[in-house]
């Protein structure tokens, strides 16, 4: 049974950092593209950051260029989110995704399975 669990989302002030984590079981991590994405009310959902299967390639959205930062650990099957200098508009319900194509994705609709979410707040 595939499954993502997010943890590590908290209430942060701006200017701080925190690190997501994406724990995956049912599948070989390294097989698997991992995207992250969040959704804030009343936006659309945003692709964050993703990591590509095998060679590790990364993209990110260009709002998060340069603060955020996504790594991938195969032997503890979990893909990290690292955030830093965080705004107000980082406030976000932050969700990872796998898909099984090669390269990278912004698209919600090349990945196949979701977690549930965990919740960043940035607020002083």
């Known amino acids: 049974q595939v499954q993502l669990v997010e943890s590590g989302g908290a209430l942060v002030q701006p200017g701080g950092s925190l690190r997501l984590s994406c724990a995956v079981s049912?599948?070989?991590?390294?097989?698997?593209?991992i995207g992250w994405f969040r959704q804030a009310p009343g936006k659309e959902r945003e692709g964050v950051a993703c990591?590509?299967?095998?060679?590790?390639?990364?993209y990110y959205a260009d709002s998060v260029k340069g603060r955020f930062s996504i790594s991938r650990d195969n032997a503890k099957n979990t893909v990290y989110l690292q955030m830093n200098s965080l705004k107000p508009e980082d406030a976000a319900v932050y969700y990872c995704?796998?898909?099984?194509?090669?390269?990278?994705?912004?698209?919600?609709?090349?990945?196949?399975?979701w977690g549930q979410g965990t919740q960043v707040t940035v607020s002083s």
């Open positions: 995704a796998s898909g099984s194509f090669g390269g990278v994705s912004s698209d919600a609709d090349s990945y196949s399975y």
């Open positions: 990591i590509s299967r095998r060679d590790g390639r990364t």
């Open positions: 049912g599948f070989t991590l390294d097989y698997y593209a």
